[in-house]
């Protein structure tokens, strides 16, 4: 506990300009994001304003990782659009605060180690397919909804701007970082676009045309929903899957800060703060998040390598929040669209299309396949445990065909079986075909050197095999098996009966 007590580590030099300006560049680029996923799953933007506060703060102050910014990320934004548009808002506030309960059950257990199990043509599937929903929701930026309550098209002078001003701002993100990285680029894109419509007097789609944003400090509220067992059918299966997506993202993003600071963080750690993060997201209006990879970079690349960063972005946030909700309704919508069509352009894995033709044609398959589910249910947990079900029974049948056998009869007339690869039940019908119970002298001996018995269905298959060579009154003998399978078969006495010997010349050594 120790750990979560201790919050700053006053025995390592902080550089306070690094910390002070890394801290307001992050929050001048978390405002953008926050407020357009805000916008983009029908919530007020101050919903995401209030996530972008909240999930820094507190995750800046407990986290695993110092460095780290989380934020109303995109992606857990993604999964609640649906559950937004069918229950409310108050059911979404209920589905972040379990969704945080599950993440911080997460750490205490200490399973955090097991996002190292998503192979890595998953997680550009995963990426791919949030890349495009994050595109193709600015799209729909395009559109209004007309006296009749008719969604259509944006048409003529209107449709020019609007695609106009969104081009110039893709262009200024694009372009400012290949002559300067001083500034974020999206910053000054969305203050310049500011700058010309104000200026110019241009009427155009503004952040007030989609909601107003009373600037005040979040307040407490419980949800207002049924406290049912029908409610918790709605929002269990949406907050298992913001949690996971929040975990996933939050520990990817930080093992890359492990690896660019050459450090290491506390994946428990952070999985416990995220957690708090989000349940008072819940308990506060704020649509909850995740770790913000794009943010993180700005942070580090910005120079802070502390906790004191992430703290002061989000006290801008909030500053900005209580004081600037007035310049905030002026913002154009197109500024905030050209912002997000960048962020989508940049999470696309575009190394995955560049090394698909030195890509196994599975790990093709399975990155496709998750992309697609993305896409097209708007699920991103299903998503990955499709893909990582795919990959893990695609090593299971490459592992099986490697299952091989050497026989020989030695001068005492046993015959001797050598296994090469492991026996698991993917390879256990190969290893079965192997034996010839009936043509064989009344001695065999398997040899297990260069084998390892895995799991229950290669114990099975061995007590089969040693049944059939006992109905004919021969012996089996299981010979070099290592310590790990000893305690194997020890733990299957009931299930199995054969013969284990050392042999005399050569004793397996225990693995330690």
């Given at each position: ?446 040899d297990f050197k260069e084998s390892r018995i895995v799991d229950m269905s290669a114990i099975d298959a061995l007590d089969k095999l040693s049944k059939r060579y006992h109905d004919l009154n021969k012996t089996l003998h299981l010979r070099h098996l290592s310590e790990d399978c000893r305690k194997v078969l020890k733990h299957a006495e009931a299930v199995i009966d054969v013969n284990i010997e050392d042999d005399p010349t050569y004793k397996v050594m225990p693995e330690r």
């Amino acid at each position: 506990m120790s750990t979560y007590i201790k919050i700053f580590d006053f025995s390592k030099k902080v550089n306070y300009k690094n910390e002070l300006l890394a801290g307001f560049t992050v929050a001048m680029t978390m405002i953008p994001e926050s407020l357009s996923f805000a916008i983009l799953a029908g919530l007020s933007p101050l919903t995401g304003l209030y996530a972008a506060f909240l999930m820094g703060l507190i995750t800046a102050v407990f986290g695993g990782r110092p460095g780290m910014v989380s934020g109303g990320a995109g992606a857990t934004v993604v999964v609640l659009i649906a559950l937004a548009k069918s229950h409310g808002v108050e059911y979404l506030f209920a589905t972040v605060i379990l969704a945080g309960v599950f993440q911080m059950l997460v750490g205490i257990f200490k399973l955090g180690k097991f996002v190292r199990l998503i192979p890595q043509p998953v997680m550009y599937g995963f990426l791919n397919g949030l890349a495009v929903i994050i595109f193709m929701a600015q799209v729909e930026q395009f559109k209004f909804v007309d006296s009749n309550g008719v969604v259509q098209w944006l048409q003529g002078t209107s449709l020019y701007i609007m695609a106009g001003l969104t081009i110039f701002t893709i262009a200024i993100v694009y372009f400012l970082p290949k002559i300067t990285k001083v500034v974020p680029a999206s910053l000054v894109a969305i203050l310049m676009v500011f700058g010309i419509v104000l200026g110019f007097n241009i009427n155009t789609k503004t952040v007030a045309d989609i909601a107003h944003i009373s600037g005040s400090l979040p307040s407490f509220h419980i949800p207002h929903i049924p406290f049912s067992l029908e409610t918790l059918n709605v929002i269990f299966p949406y907050a298992l899957i913001m949690a996971g997506v929040g975990l996933i993202e939050s520990l990817l993003t930080l093992s890359m800060v492990d690896e660019i600071t050459n450090s290491k963080g506390n994946a428990n750690r952070e999985s416990v703060a995220q957690g708090i993060a989000n349940i008072t997201n819940g308990f506060f209006g704020g649509m909850g998040g995740c770790a913000m990879v794009a943010q993180t970079l700005v942070n580090l690349n910005a120079g802070s390598r502390a906790r004191l960063s992430g703290i002061i972005a989000s006290l801008t946030i909030l500053i900005i929040i209580l004081f600037g909700a007035p310049f905030i309704e002026k913002i154009p919508m197109a500024a905030l669209v050209g912002v997000m069509m960048m962020v989508a352009i940049s999470t696309f894995q575009w190394v995955s299309i560049r090394i698909v033709n030195k890509m196994p044609k599975s790990d093709i398959f399975v990155g496709v396949v998750v992309a697609l589910i993305t896409i097209v249910l708007h699920n991103l947990a299903l998503a990955v445990l499709v893909g990582v079900v795919i990959a893990a029974l695609v090593f299971a049948w490459d592992n099986a065909k490697r299952i091989r056998a050497r026989k020989y009869i030695d001068e005492d007339g046993a015959k001797h079986y050598e296994i090469f690869g492991p026996l698991f039940f993917g390879s256990v019908t190969a290893f079965t075909d192997k034996f010839d119970p009936a043509g064989d002298p009344n001695d065999v001996i398997v040899d297990f050197k260069e084998s390892r018995i895995v799991d229950m269905s290669a114990i099975d298959a061995l007590d089969k095999l040693s049944k059939r060579y006992h109905d004919l009154n021969k012996t089996l003998h299981l010979r070099h098996l290592s310590e790990d399978c000893r305690k194997v078969l020890k733990h299957a006495e009931a299930v199995i009966d054969v013969n284990i010997e050392d042999d005399p010349t050569y004793k397996v050594m225990p693995e330690r």
